[in-house]
């Protein structure tokens, strides 16, 4: 009798647990694969990246965002996001990711048509289109395991982090 009555309530809150150390693995993982599809963006070989993106854009300064699967079927960010994938892969392939599902999102800054360096940046923080900054994000998709929880934050959330850096060109 006592256990028809407690067997469900610890079912629940182990489920609940399940899905709390579920969110904080995905979360580290997308913060991770932030990290690393930031360090590539902002490094000097990644300057021919950025002013190809900024190529379409004349005047200025615009910020120009760039979207990307992960892992990436291709695209103007194909390095960027492989790399994104590769940080959090299981068996070293952008395919293996803990993420595959996630969306990348970079945001290059742009001055006449090329990408803002250190030379032309003006020194203002990242969401100023005129800095020399790179910003990228991540969005993974989470399921939750505990139909209790549905209610309250639904049956999945999004995980989002963002991050960005000042170039090295």
């Excluded at 079927?73 to 996630?102: M, Y």
């Excluded at 990348?104 to 803002?116: K, M, P, Y």
């Excluded at 969005?139 to 090295?168: A, D, H, K, N, Y």
Aim: net charge neutral.
């Amino acid at each position: 009798m006592e256990a028809a009555i407690t067997l469900p309530i610890v079912l629940l809150l182990a489920l609940g647990v399940t899905d709390i150390g579920r969110s904080f693995f995905y979360r580290e993982a997308v913060t991770n694969s932030v990290r690393q599809s930031l360090r590539v963006a902002v490094s000097s070989y990644q300057q021919t990246t950025a002013n190809a993106v900024c190529a379409s854009t004349s005047g200025g300064p615009v910020a120009i965002t760039v979207t990307s699967a992960v892992p990436p079927s291709g695209g103007q960010v194909v390095t960027i996001a492989n790399q994104a994938a590769l940080e959090s892969s299981k068996d070293g392939t952008p395919a293996g990711s803990a993420i595959a599902g996630a969306t990348l999102t970079v945001t290059f800054h742009c001055l006449n048509g090329v990408a803002i360096t250190n030379a032309t940046g003006n020194g203002n923080g990242p969401s100023d289109p005129g800095s020399d900054s790179i910003t990228a994000t991540i969005t993974q998709p989470m399921s939750v395991v505990t139909p209790l929880l549905w209610p309250i934050i639904g049956s999945s959330f999004p995980i989002r982090i963002t991050s960005s850096q000042r170039v090295e060109y």
